[in-house]
C-alpha cells in the first residue's frame, strides 16, 4: 500500500527549467521542497504579511511555469521486477495532475537510485539482501501569459491539491507488494528559459561598471576592466506568481590600467 507523505528535507529547485540540476535523492530521506506558493508542513496560528523585495533580481520578470518535484520509494529483495511497479505508481500521479490541471500538466522522470540495505560481506546462508529504490522526476504545468494573478493562484492551489490526494496510489495485490513511499516538493514558480534575457542582463552589468568607474576613477589614474571570468549561470529568485527576478553572476577585475613599461 502506498504511504503519502507531503513534504520531507530534500531538494532545492532553482534551475533553468523544472528538474534542471535535481540531485539525485539520497536514501533514505524523501524530499521537499519550499518556495512561493508552496505549503509547509505546519501553519500558524493566524496569517504573516510575507516579506518580500523587488531587489531580489537586476531584471523582474514574469514567470511562465510552474513545476512540482516528486519522489517515489519502496524497499524490496528484487529491484529490477519492482521498477514495474514504480511505473504505475508514476503513471497514477501524472493522471491526478492531468486531471488537476485540465490536461495542461506533463512530466519527466529525472533520477534513480537502487541502494543495497545491507553492507559488508554475505555469507551463504544470509537471506537475500533487500534494496531501497528510488526514482523521482517533476510536472511542469506552463503559466500563460496572459493568465492573471487569480489563474494563476487558482492553477497553485490545484497543484498543492493534487499532491496531497490521500489514499494509496496502487490498489494492494496482496500480502508481499512492498509499501511505496511518496513525497512531493511545493508548487515552483519558474522562467523556462531564462537566457533570453542574458543579453539585457549582460549589457545592464556594464553600465553599471562604467558607472562605477566614472565615479570611483580620477583623471590621473583612469579605471578599465582589465580581466573577467565567464559569466556563470542565471539565478532565478521567485518572487511572487507574478514575478521572478532574474541575476547574472559576473566577476571582474576593475583597476588603473598600468603603462607598458
Not at 513511499?181 to 553600465?207: N, Q
Request: glycine letters at 6%.
Amino acid at each position: 500500500m502506498s504511504n503519502l507523505r507531503p513534504f520531507l528535507p530534500l531538494f532545492a529547485l532553482f534551475g533553468l527549467a523544472c528538474g534542471s540540476g535535481y540531485p539525485e535523492p539520497s536514501t533514505p530521506s524523501l524530499m521537499s521542497s519550499s518556495s512561493y506558493g508552496g505549503v509547509s508542513a505546519s501553519v500558524s496560528s493566524g496569517p504573516s504579511i510575507p516579506q518580500r523585495t523587488d531587489g531580489r533580481g537586476e531584471i523582474i520578470v514574469r514567470p511562465d511555469l510552474v513545476c512540482v518535484a516528486f519522489v517515489l520509494r519502496l524497499e524490496t529483495p528484487n529491484p529490477q521486477a519492482r521498477l514495474e511497479l514504480l511505473e504505475k505508481a508514476i503513471g497514477v500521479i501524472q493522471e491526478r495532475f492531468a486531471a488537476a490541471t485540465k490536461g495542461a500538466s506533463t512530466s519527466k522522470m529525472l533520477g534513480a537510485s537502487v541502494t543495497p540495505l545491507a553492507s559488508g560481506k554475505l555469507k551463504t546462508d544470509d537471506p537475500p539482501p533487500s534494496f531501497v529504490v528510488t526514482v523521482d522526476g517533476a510536472v511542469e504545468v506552463p503559466l500563460a501569459a496572459e493568465a492573471n494573478y487569480w489563474a494563476r493562484a487558482r492553477l497553485v492551489a490545484a497543484l498543492v491539491q493534487a499532491s496531497h490526494t490521500r489514499g494509496p496510489l496502487l490498489a494492494s495485490a496482496g500480502e508481499g507488494q512492498p509499501e511505496i513511499e511518496v513525497a512531493f516538493g511545493a508548487p515552483e514558480i519558474k522562467l523556462k528559459d531564462p537566457e533570453t534575457f542574458r543579453p539585457e542582463l549582460v549589457k545592464r552589468w556594464v553600465e553599471r561598471a562604467r558607472a562605477f568607474s566614472r565615479v570611483a576613477e580620477s583623471q590621473a589614474a583612469p579605471l578599465h576592466i582589465l580581466s573577467c571570468e565567464p559569466p556563470a549561470a542565471i539565478t532565478q529568485t521567485p518572487i511572487s506568481v507574478e514575478q521572478i527576478g532574474l541575476s547574472l553572476p559576473v566577476t571582474c577585475r576593475i583597476d588603473v590600467t598600468r603603462a607598458a613599461q
